[in-house]
Nanobody
């Protein structure tokens, strides 16, 4: 599965962005991750079964929402009320081996379980 992210950019605090991830194939489990300079990669959202089940990191709950257009094999991350601490490189990832929603969401804390990764798109939020 090849993944290509787009939609990153620079925005002021309180603004919004929508990230897209175009996939070459379907994976039952998809995820959004981010990595800020000097920090470990962290899970943002896990999406199971085409968006039927979605889980979010506590730091983004209520502000971010992920959706999936299965017909287009495209994953979206809608980011609202952005904060400077959201500044990071954002990655889309696929975990085709996660057959159950529980595994998919649990692996949000274990990025190494995800097999396929995009190259990332930069999000910068200024105060």
């Amino acid at each position: 599965v090849q993944l290509v992210e787009s939609g990153g950019g620079s925005v002021q605090a309180g603004g919004s962005l929508r990230l897209s991830c175009a996939a070459s194939g379907y994976s039952n489990c998809m995820g959004w991750f981010r990595q800020a300079p000097g920090k470990e990669r962290e899970g943002v959202a896990s999406i199971f079964a085409g968006g039927n089940s979605v889980d979010y990191a506590d730091s983004v709950k209520g502000r971010f929402a992920s959706s999936q257009d299965s017909a287009k094999n495209t994953l979206y991350l809608h980011m609202n009320s952005l904060k400077p601490e959201d500044t990071a490189m954002y990655y889309c990832a696929a975990d085709p081996a996660a057959w159950y929603g529980g595994d998919c969401h649990a692996n949000l804390a274990r990025p190494s379980e995800y097999t396929y990764w995009g190259h990332g798109t930069q999000v910068t939020v200024s105060s």
